[in-house]
């Protein structure tokens, strides 16, 4: 495993890290899962700022990220990004998957973050099929660190035990 890639299982809102990823909707309003908790959490700074996101731009496409601050949060910055929902994989999922992690990274070597966690993104209910999510994720990432040298930790963040267990067997494997 890269000396700079990490795995763990929990609440991904728990992690003091620069910054955490959050698997958002086009329109940044907050919803369910990891987004839900994350704007619980976070409080009124993070919905105040996708607000203004919002009339600025309109929101966040599929495959792209904005970043706020991280209000009641232990992080500094929530990067949201918003993943593909999956219809079979003939609609360039894997692409605009690939491209949530990329433009995240990206982002968050723009405000000099070193620490960035980052969700299963698209694979909860937007139904991306969990072993190809944690390939292209893992490959993403490898491929940015290695052209890349300010960002020093990335956190793959599971939630459920299956995830945990691919991301454990993908990583091993290096
Ligand atoms: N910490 C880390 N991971 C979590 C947490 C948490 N607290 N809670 C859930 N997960 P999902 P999506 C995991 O559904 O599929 C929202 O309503 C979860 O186990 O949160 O990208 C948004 O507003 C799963 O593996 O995101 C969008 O409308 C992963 O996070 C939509 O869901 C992603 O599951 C986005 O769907």
């Known amino acids: 495993m890269s000396d700079k890639i990490e795995l763990m299982r929990g609440d991904i809102t728990t992690l003091n890290v620069d910054a955490i990823v959050n698997a958002?909707?086009?329109?940044l309003i907050g919803g369910g899962g990891v987004d839900g908790a994350i704007h619980r959490a976070g409080g009124e700074q993070i919905s105040q700022e996708c607000a203004a996101i919002r009339r600025e731009s309109g929101g966040c496409k599929t495959g792209e990220a904005v970043i706020t601050r991280g209000g009641f949060l232990p992080c500094k910055y929530v990067i949201h990004t918003v993943g593909p929902v999956w219809h079979g994989g003939s609609k360039g999922e894997e692409a605009l998957l690939r491209s949530c992690y990329n433009s995240s990274l990206h982002l968050a070597k723009d405000h000099n973050i070193k620490s960035i966690a980052f969700p299963n993104i698209s694979t909860g209910v937007?139904?991306?099929?969990?072993?190809?999510?944690?390939?292209?994720?893992?490959?993403?990432?490898?491929?940015?660190?290695?052209?890349?040298?300010?960002?020093?930790?990335?956190?793959f963040v599971s939630f459920d035990e299956e995830n945990y267990d691919l991301y454990k067997k993908l990583l091993d494997k290096e």
């Open 126 to 155: 937007y139904g991306y099929p969990k072993e190809e999510a944690a390939k292209a994720a893992i490959e993403e990432v490898k491929r940015f660190l290695q052209g890349d040298t300010s960002i020093e930790r990335v956190i």
């Open 24 to 27: 958002a909707n086009n329109r």
